[in-house]
């Protein structure tokens, strides 16, 4: 399943290098692109861990849309 993560409260390469950390601890995913502003992610994995990693990694969650 593919899905499109809308991130609020990043600006710079260092807050990318956050999410793909945070997102790159969870199981389930098989694949993931982070942009500012934007994560898509490829894999089984839930919306609510998916809002959790971001959420500790210091960045709101404005939406999850499956693709």
């Known amino acids: 399943m593919k899905k499109e993560v809308k991130i609020e409260g990043m600006s710079c390469g260092h807050c990318v290098m956050h ?13 993931f692109e982070v942009e500012i502003g934007k994560a898509v992610i490829e894999g089984d994995i839930n919306d609510e861990s998916i ?14 849309t499956t693709l």
């Open 19 to 31: 999410v793909k950390e945070a997102l790159g601890e969870l199981k389930g995913i098989n694949n």
């Open 51 to 64: 809002k959790a990693a971001i959420d500790d990694a210091g960045y709101d969650v404005i939406s999850i």
